[in-house]
């Protein structure tokens, strides 16, 4: 991480606490030791807000979305007070991993080598979707419309890693390629879209479907390359008492309830940590 990321990571982040939940913390005994928690009586979770309707800011400066309400009951249920750190992807791990904030809450993708840095809790289902602008007369249905065009995404992702696979498929069978434009967040990525600075931005599903049913951008492509999204750990210790809070939200229904209101996806699996143990 550079320091002028850093430095920018600094001036943008900032923390949101809870009230009720805080109130509530203060009433039970924090389920996680002092000592696996940056700051203790807290949970610091990042997120990158630029994700409506998962992660977003509302016309209130508030910070909204059902991971958002996803970590502030984890927390709750923890005892724990949440805040949030607003940071761009490409900070998360280093931060996480340099002692920063206690969870990635912002749908990192699982990937085996991911898991075999930090502790990973699948939990939500995703897959990628690319948008266009709502005027665009280019056909796109199917992966290989997509040869030759001008594409935006967010740098350092599982979005990215995608893209740049596409483009090489795309080139392996003897199409044009991409050219393939980063940008810090999809916030920025589609604003270059609706300047026309690019042709397309490519995103995870419930982004590219809140904007289509807005009627900013039209969602061309959908359920590219899907995979399980997951919250992220540094400590083991934080990562089993979450997995078993996620565990009673699903026994109890609470967690189908929130991600039914938000039209998400549960994973299959059983919430377990996937990474290294320490």
Known sequence: MTPSLIFRGVLAAFSLSLTASAVFAQSCEPKVPAGELIKPGSLVMSTNPTLPPLQFVDSSGELKGMRVELGAEIAKRLCLQPEYVRIEFS??????????????????????????????????????????????????????????????????????????????????????????????????????????????????????????????????????????????????????????TIKEMKADGSLKALFDKYGMAMVAGDYSVKGPRR
């Open 91 to 244: 900070a998360m791990v280093p931060g996480l991993q340099a002692g920063r904030w206690d969870m990635i809450n912002t749908g990192i993708f699982f990937t085996e080598d991911r898991a075999k840095i930090m502790q990973m809790i699948p939990y939500e289902d995703q897959a990628i979707s690319v948008s266009i602008a709502p005027n665009s007369d280019k056909k796109v249905a199917t992966k290989d419309d997509l040869s030759g065009m001008t594409v935006g995404v967010e740098i350092g992702g599982f979005e990215e890693t995608k893209t740049r696979l596409l483009d090489k498929e795309l080139r392996a069978s003897g199409k044009e390629g991409l050219t393939i434009q980063t940008f810090d967040n999809f916030a920025l990525a589609y604003q270059s879209l609706r300047a026309g600075q690019v042709q397309a931005v490519v995103s995870i599903d419930a982004v590219a479907k809140e904007y289509d049913s807005r009627g900013d951008f039209k969602r061309a492509l959908s359920g590219l390359y899907p995979a399980p999204v997951s919250l992220a750990f540094k400590s083991t210790v934080l990562a089993d008492a979450v997995s078993v």
